[in-house]
């Protein structure tokens, strides 16, 4: 049985500045949970399951802080609506440096501050094979519960870094690309083999001290009456062109 003071602390992991006290974060769903328990079960703090989740996943028993959990309990620790059968604590990843890599592109995201437009980007990078991402230290907080439960797993597959980003693309000899509303039509531009992409915030797109810092500003063409595009779908686009190209 939780106690007041462990379900108080897990929950408090919701709230940033604690996350940060502690280097925490929580990870829940069975799907997310398990695959963790798989691929990197060093990352596992603690594991909190229902006995249903232990049966399907039994590995999970290995972990060495696993306990079993009734589902109230796991709805008064959980940060979901739903809750779903686990949650794990895990530690936060190791601070890494960006590297250019030859027929490799770098994603860069300048102030998206949704969590949900934040980790469906994260996936978005995951599924079209991009390593690494490099965020501005405005963007939402890659540790937000809202975050990772849109990355579905991803965030433990691409490398997200912070950097300031106006010295870190001034020291670039790649080619910078950068989504606006203005610029050359997308589907008119040959992508290199590397360099790197900037998406933009969802209100006000690229800020404009990096769009002299982009070689090539291109848009995607509207057609209908839409003000813009959403930050994830407009990646979604701008990436699988990158990819088919």
Same mark, same amino acid.
């Given at each position: 049985?939780?106690?007041?003071?462990?379900?108080?602390?897990?929950?408090?992991?919701?709230?940033?500045?604690? #996350?940060?006290?502690?280097?925490?974060?929580? /990870?829940?769903?069975? @799907?997310?949970?398990?695959?963790?328990?798989?691929? $990197? !079960?060093?990352?596992?703090?603690?594991? $909190?399951?229902?006995?249903?989740? $232990?049966?399907?996943? =039994?590995?999970?028993?290995?972990?060495?802080?696993? +306990?079993? /959990?009734?589902?109230?309990?796991?709805?008064? &620790?959980?940060?979901?609506?739903?809750?779903?059968? =686990?949650?794990?604590?895990?530690?936060? +990843?190791?601070?890494?440096?960006?590297?250019?890599?030859?027929?490799?592109? %770098?994603?860069?995201?300048?102030?998206? #501050?949704?969590?949900?437009?934040?980790?469906?980007?994260?996936?978005?990078?995951?599924? +079209?094979?991009?390593?690494? &991402?490099?965020?501005?230290?405005?963007?939402?907080?890659? $540790?937000? !519960?809202?975050?990772?439960? =849109?990355?579905?797993?991803?965030?433990? #597959? /691409?490398?997200?870094?912070?950097? *300031?980003?106006?010295? +870190?693309?001034?020291?670039?000899?790649? !080619?910078? /690309?950068?989504?606006?509303?203005?610029?050359?039509?997308?589907?008119?531009? %040959?992508?290199?083999?590397?360099?790197?992409?900037?998406?933009?915030?969802?209100?006000?797109?690229?800020? *404009?001290?990096?769009?002299?810092?982009?070689?090539?500003?291109?848009?995607?063409? #509207?057609?209908? *009456?839409?003000?813009?595009?959403?930050?994830? &779908?407009?990646?979604?686009?701008?990436?699988? *062109?990158? @990819?088919?190209?």
């Amino acid at each position: 049985m939780l106690s007041k003071n462990e379900v108080k602390y897990i929950q408090s992991l919701g709230h940033k500045k604690r #996350r940060d006290q502690e280097r925490l974060f929580l /990870v829940e769903g069975s @799907k997310m949970v398990a695959e963790l328990v798989q691929h $990197y !079960p060093s990352q596992i703090v603690r594991l $909190y399951a229902t006995e249903t989740f $232990y049966g399907h996943c =039994a590995a999970a028993k290995n972990i060495q802080q696993h +306990f079993v /959990v009734t589902d109230d309990e796991l709805e008064r &620790i959980s940060q979901l609506q739903t809750p779903n059968q =686990a949650l794990a604590l895990l530690h936060y +990843f190791p601070q890494q440096e960006w590297s250019a890599a030859a027929n490799d592109w %770098t994603l860069v995201l300048d102030a998206i #501050r949704d969590p949900g437009n934040m980790g469906t980007i994260i996936r978005l990078a995951d599924w +079209f094979g991009i390593k690494q &991402i490099v965020c501005s230290p405005d963007c939402a907080d890659i $540790y937000n !519960p809202k975050v990772v439960q =849109a990355t579905m797993g991803s965030i433990m #597959r /691409v490398t997200i870094i912070e950097k *300031e980003l106006t010295s +870190f693309l001034s020291k670039q000899q790649l !080619p910078v /690309v950068g989504a606006v509303l203005c610029g050359k039509e997308l589907a008119s531009f %040959t992508f290199p083999g590397n360099g790197i992409l900037v998406i933009g915030n969802e209100a006000n797109g690229i800020r *404009e001290e990096v769009i002299p810092l982009l070689s090539d500003a291109l848009m995607i063409p #509207r057609f209908g *009456e839409a003000e813009s595009l959403n930050a994830a &779908i407009a990646t979604s686009i701008f990436l699988w *062109e990158l @990819k088919r190209g």
